[in-house]
């Protein structure tokens, strides 16, 4: 999923970097548009941080970055394996305590995202944030990437969207949004 919206935000024309527990097994084939980096490089590269580890290895990652993120915006789109009654965003916030935190990305599969990228009806990509800089920045990358952004509430409703709840795995076209938005709240009142 990194790889994919690594490549997709460098066709954009974003300046892009990735990384891994093992960066020298990584491989673009357009070197130039996509650096890799050490963990700690690639997490102080940009202004904004793509958080995309399996939920087993999140919190490690976590402490890889720790004291780098302070001022990064970061979006999470991993899922955890199980869903609890805080999200996985604020599991991952309560561990970092800095950064400017925003989930999406999460809810369909990467060749989901592909098939829709950039075409009509526009797919609506769900945005859960308490923090403003986060949801500005998140909703930018979302429109540059081609889908359309749609906020779903705060770092709690993520609930909404992980694993388990009731927009994951739902492929909704913008148009449908808000109805989808307001069922979901129904079924798994936050
Ligand atoms: N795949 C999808 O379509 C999709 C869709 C929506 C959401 N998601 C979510 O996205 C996350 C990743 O899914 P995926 O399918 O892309 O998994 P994946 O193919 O296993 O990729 C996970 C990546 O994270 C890296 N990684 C693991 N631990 C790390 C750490 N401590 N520091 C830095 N990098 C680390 C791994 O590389 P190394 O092993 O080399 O470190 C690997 O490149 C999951 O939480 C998943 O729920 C996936």
Excluded at 109 to 114: E, F, N, T
Aim: charged content about 25%; overall charge negative.
């Amino acid at each position: 999923m990194g790889g994919t919206l690594a490549r997709w935000c460098a066709e954009s024309g974003h300046d892009v970097a990735v990384t891994s527990r093992h960066p020298e097994r990584l491989h673009f084939e357009d070197e130039a548009s996509v650096q890799v980096l050490s963990i700690p490089q690639a997490a102080t590269f940009g202004d904004v941080v793509i958080f995309s580890p399996n939920w087993s290895s999140a919190f490690e990652a976590l402490e890889q970055t720790r004291g780098l993120l302070a001022d990064k915006v970061i979006i999470d789109v991993t899922n955890p394996d199980i869903p609890d009654d805080i999200s996985g965003l604020e599991a991952l916030m309560d561990r970092a305590h800095e950064g400017h935190w925003a989930k999406a990305f999460n809810t369909v599969p990467a060749d989901v995202l592909s098939r829709r990228r950039g075409h009509d009806p526009l797919m609506t990509e769900f945005v859960c944030t308490d923090d403003r800089d986060a949801r500005q920045a998140a909703a930018q990358i979302i429109r540059d990437l081609g889908f359309a952004p749609v906020y779903a509430g705060g770092a709690h409703a993520a609930l909404l969207t992980e694993t388990g709840g009731p927009l994951q795995m739902r492929e909704v076209d913008v148009k449908d949004a808000t109805d989808v938005l307001a069922e979901a709240m129904t079924i798994r009142p936050l």
